[in-house]
């Protein structure tokens, strides 16, 4: 497989978050997997590399999930009208436990990873199910498909149905085993995954804390997404000052683990303070918060704070997995957050939430979405011909119209250098 080549074409990405640099026609030069530059032409040290004119149409960075759960897949759009607690119990506890069947696991896993594949999504971080065979099989998959995903087993020792419950024995061990076996991969990446406070016990953490600096793997959770979960985990953890410290006395949460945190919502000073001192990374994860009532994250505010910040699908408590669906939620969030919250900081901007979706989530996987040098090689190929209109748009404009009027399946699409389609 080829690995040095150039991509012709509109070349769009976001450098810093709110600036857009825009190549019209121009090439986009990959060499052994990293972006080596944009070029107007093709300097000679690259001519005679395969070329993939891709004429008129636009390409980005590929876009970056950071909080999606591969095992909702199958029930996303149902269950929209109750809130995060009863949703749980009512679809997402019952449908997981149904991964302990690897037939049934290697079915719906199939169709998650088939649709990601054709999505503009090039990296996620994945939850699975507590069965480590389920987890590795959708790792397998989402290796064979050419993805470079983390993807969690999941812990869960109290709290849930006994149908979707390990001992806390068990589920330290299953997960030890599980980082063991998970060496195979080279694309796709293990990521320690406690579901949230509520569900697992302070031994638990404790030992998962052990195997996070053991094995050097990163972390992924929740964290108040939810008014009923921020008061159910202040009964669980007496004396702690904040959700965020629930984790961070176990050393799950920033610094020394690098931490993604989905939702955010209701994060006070305290805990905004130690995410920021930590580095953790929040997933706004906008059509969730709003099919699940949770609220809107003060994304904006966020971002003047200096946080880390990328958009998540949340699927299935978001209904969608394309994350040009979660850039407009995004913007159409914060403004209601601005008219009707806080009108002292204003709403966000397209160049803004393309950044959260690609170089913003990037830097959690490292040099990830953009195309500045040195960069890996992710880029999806999009198409606006399907979209017909009468206004002479600008570069800039095409962009926006492809994000608010398509679910963004792009035509080709490029990860870690190599061509999925």
């Known amino acids: ?11 769009i990405y976001t450098p810093a978050c709110g600036r857009l640099a825009l190549h019209p026609d121009s090439y986009l030069v990959c060499e052994e997997g990293k972006v080596a530059g944009i070029f107007k032409t093709l300097p000679a040290h690259w001519q005679g590399v395969p070329v993939h004119d891709h004429g008129d149409k636009l390409i980005l960075p590929g876009l970056i999930d950071l909080h999606v759960h591969a095992s909702q897949y199958a029930y ?19 449908e997981e436990a149904k991964f302990a069947d690897p037939a049934y696991a290697q079915r719906a896993y199939g169709i998650f990873v088939k649709a990601l594949t054709r999505s503009a999504t090039t990296r996620a971080c994945v939850f699975a199910t507590l069965h480590r065979p389920a987890t590795l099989h959708l790792m397998a998959l989402l290796e064979e498909a ?12 109290r709290n849930s149905p006994d149908i979707l419950r390990e001992t806390t024995e068990t589920s330290l061990a299953e997960t030890r085993r599980w980082l063991e076996e998970s060496v195979e991969f080279s694309l796709v990446r293990p990521i320690l995954t406690p579901r949230f406070t509520p569900s697992c016990t302070d031994q638990l953490m404790a030992g998962l804390g052990q195997l996070q600096r053991e094995f ?25 000052s904040c959700y965020g410290e629930a984790y961070a006395r176990f050393g799950l949460f920033g610094g020394p683990c690098p931490t993604v945190m989905a939702h955010c919502v209701w994060s006070g000073p305290e805990e905004r303070a130690l995410m920021k001192e930590q580095g953790v990374f929040v997933a706004h994860c906008p059509q969730s918060n709003m099919n699940l009532s949770s609220g809107i994250a003060p994304i904006k505010g966020y971002l003047q704070e200096g946080q880390q910040v990328g958009l998540g699908t949340d699927v299935a408590g978001g209904a969608h997995l394309s994350l040009f669906r979660a850039m407009t939620e995004a913007i159409q969030c914060s403004k209601l957050r601005w008219r009707l919250v806080d009108q002292d900081t204003p709403a966000l901007t397209l160049p803004e939430v393309l950044y ?7 830097k959690f ?4 979405g953009s195309f500045e040098p040195g960069y890996d090689f992710d ?3 999009l198409d606006d011909s399907a979209l017909p209109t009468t206004w002479p748009c600008t570069l800039a404009q095409r962009l926006e119209r492809l994000v608010y009027l398509s679910d963004g399946q792009p035509v080709a699409k490029y990860a870690a250098g190599r061509r999925l389609f």
């Open 216 to 240: 050097s793997v990163p972390m992924q959770s929740h964290l108040s997404e939810n008014l009923s979960e921020i008061q159910w985990v202040r009964e669980l953890c007496p004396g702690t």
């Open 379 to 381: 880029a999806i190929v």
């Open 356 to 362: 959260l979706a690609t170089k913003g989530g990037g």
């Open 76 to 94: 996303r759009g149902l269950g929209m009208d109750l809130e995060l607690l009863d949703w749980l119990s009512a679809n997402a506890f019952p």
């Open 365 to 368: 996987f490292g040099q990830v």
């Open 1 to 11: 497989m080829e690995r040095t080549f150039a991509l012709k074409g509109h070349v």
């Open 146 to 157: 050419g993805l470079p995903c983390l993807v969690g087993k999941v812990n869960m020792d």
